[in-house]
């Protein structure tokens, strides 16, 4: 499998992952990214997974997962275990936001989290016009989404600020094309790497 | 792929083992009998080869039937044969009679070449990593050096682990279903109040009943009913029975009147009939004993220090018996130790009797992890 069958966000994700690295990415749903970091930077792995479809689709695969649900904490994992933990579209789903991210610079080097940027400007003109923005990356309506942290690049990064932690990379994509210029603004879905400051 | 079906007649086969145990309470068998099934084909390189390990009242007959006439199948029979999970058009599947058993292998019902009597209380206690040793001389019977894989739920579950640490260079992959890594005070209480009901019926003389002639039927029966109640969840029990009344009214007697009660008694009834006494003292006693930590410390982790194989971990949400917070201990002591794990965790209502039952989530990851071991292995 080539990086060109990996999900965009998933392909910038790799971009970012050395060789060799260790990697545990939570919400991995059917252990795509995983198996195509082991068949190609030779990493080791590991995903969290609540579905029993994800769970087994990673079986299936080859890929090591633990079923398990995010909101309850990683304690699972020792301290340092992970050179990098991946969190992709998972994190606007979320109860405990803080809690996520601190979990995973506790057991993990280096973190990195995609999410649908709610700055993009057809949700902003969405809701310029009073409706709730309904988009690409945010696909539900107001009454059965299961977002419930919607948040902006700005937001993320003050969060981190916040929390000790700081941007180390960011890359903003639209139909997973990069974007460069203005990207809070033009792109819908955004990757950020951060580590402890 | 088949379509799944059932592997169909199979017979049992006896392998008899001159060269003498000695086994971890110190005592020696100079001779023992090991009763065993084979299902598939072992391969060239003789790399596809599956061992079952049976649970508390397993045997060997883990698939198939012995005449068509059988009314049921061996007792795995959902999960092995042609097409299904534990494939046998791929794998070679082997299922046997712990030593110590009831159903053919050399156990406390055997006869003691010594003095022409059963054992009885004369048969020494057997630990898991006893069976562990007398599974590998018959891998050793059978040419298979390493196993593709070796799966066992609850008792079973803790053989398969022991294996891995006891010779982690013989198993590719360790599938510990309902297991534990050891059993709580609570466990052991249960089957102590088992055992105390075998012990205190008066025809278990001993454990010598045999020359008496009789069986302690009631003590047998009493530690059955304990066990099926602890291996189904209040759920489960609710949803097949509730407070059904088998003749509709209250009796205000102690007969049977709840179909519960008719239940527990029939099992119970049943299991005394063919299941020794003496064997479930001692399955229930290497329950017990079973703790791959003791000799490090108490620390898992390092009990598994030299392990080779790669995990797969499952649980059932309604087990309380070995609960699912049980099986993550294995998990996180694996994870701990740097080892391959992949953990799951059933959504059932069945208790720990889920392991045994069909269950589409439960039986598609078992096929999806037995997939990749047959690439592995080119099965």
């Given at each position: 499998m080539n990086a060109h069958a990996l999900r965009p966000d998933l392909r910038h994700i790799a971009d970012w992952i050395t060789p060799g690295a260790s990697v545990l990415d939570l919400g991995c749903g059917d252990g795509a990214l995983l198996a195509w970091l082991a068949a190609n930077k030779d990493s080791r792995g590991y995903g969290v997974e609540i579905d029993v479809a994800g769970v087994t689709a990673c079986v299936e695969r080859g890929v090591s997962v633990i079923q398990s649900d995010l909101e309850a904490g990683l304690s699972t994992f020792e301290d340092k275990a992970f050179d990098f933990v991946v969190l992709s579209l998972t994190l606007q789903a979320m109860h405990n936001i803080e809690g996520i991210l601190t979990e995973m610079l506790r057991v993990g080097r280096t973190g990195i989290v995609t999410f649908p940027n709610f700055g993009y400007w057809e949700n902003r003109w969405q809701l310029l016009l009073g409706r709730m923005p309904v988009s690409e990356t945010i696909p539900y309506e107001w009454y059965n989404t299961p977002n419930i942290h919607l948040c902006t690049v700005y937001d993320f990064e003050r969060l981190l600020k916040k929390l000790g932690m700081w941007s180390t990379g960011r890359v903003v994509l639209h139909q997973g094309e990069k974007i460069e210029f203005l990207p809070n603004l033009l792109g819908s879905l955004a990757l950020e790497r951060f580590e402890r400051a | 792929m088949t379509e799944p079906r059932s592997i169909g007649l199979v017979t049992a086969q006896k392998a008899v083992?001159?060269?003498?145990?000695?086994?971890?309470?110190?005592?020696?068998l100079p001779h023992y009998e090991l009763v065993y099934e084979t299902y598939g084909q072992l391969n060239a390189d003789k790399s596809n080869a599956i061992l079952i390990c049976h649970a508390l009242s397993g045997n060997h007959h883990v698939a198939g039937r012995y005449a068509e006439s059988d009314k049921s199948a061996g007792w795995?029979?959902?999960?092995?044969?042609?097409?299904?999970?534990?494939?046998?058009?791929?794998?070679?599947?082997?299922?046997?009679?712990?030593?110590g058993g009831c159903h053919g292998s050399t156990g406390p019902s055997s006869i003691d070449p010594a003095t022409g009597k059963p054992y009885g209380s004369t048969f020494p206690l057997v630990l898991v990593r006893d069976w562990v040793e007398t599974q590998a001389r018959l891998a050793d019977r059978l040419g298979i050096r390493q196993f593709a894989a070796i799966i066992g739920g609850s008792l079973g579950g803790m053989q398969a682990l022991r294996w891995t640490i006891s010779h982690p260079e013989r198993v590719r992959h360790a599938l510990v279903i309902a297991s534990a890594p050891k059993l709580t005070a609570q466990n052991i209480a249960f089957n102590d109040v088992a055992r105390q009901a075998i012990l205190t019926d008066p025809d278990f003389h001993g454990g010598d009943f045999y020359q008496h002639d009789t069986l302690p039927r009631r003590g047998l029966r009493l530690a059955r009913m304990l066990?099926?109640?602890?291996?189904?969840?209040?759920?489960?029990?609710?949803?097949?029975?509730?407070?059904l009344l088998r003749s509709g009214e209250y009796k205000y007697g102690f007969d049977v009147e709840f179909e519960i009660e008719s239940y527990l008694r029939y099992q119970g009834d049943k299991f005394s009939d063919y299941f020794d006494a003496n064997t479930y003292l001692l399955m229930t006693k290497a329950l017990d004993y079973f703790d791959p930590a003791r000799h490090y410390d108490g620390n898992l982790v390092k009990a598994l220090a030299e392990v080779q194989a790669k995990f797969l971990v499952v649980s059932f949400t309604s087990d309380w018996r070995f609960s699912p917070a049980r099986s993550r201990e294995i998990v996180k002591a694996l994870l701990d130790a740097r080892k391959q794990v992949s953990y799951a965790e059933i959504d059932s209502k069945h208790g720990h009797d889920a392991f045994l039952m069909e269950d589409a989530p439960y039986h598609a990851i078992m096929r999806g992890y037995l997939n990749n071991i047959a690439h592995e292995v080119n099965a």
């Open positions: - | 083992f001159d060269t003498p145990i000695t086994l971890s309470s110190g005592a020696t795995w029979d959902n999960m092995i044969g042609p097409g299904k999970p534990i494939d046998t058009d791929r794998f070679f599947v082997i299922g046997l009679n712990n030593l066990g099926h109640i602890t291996y189904l969840s209040d759920d489960g029990m609710g949803e097949k029975f509730g407070r």
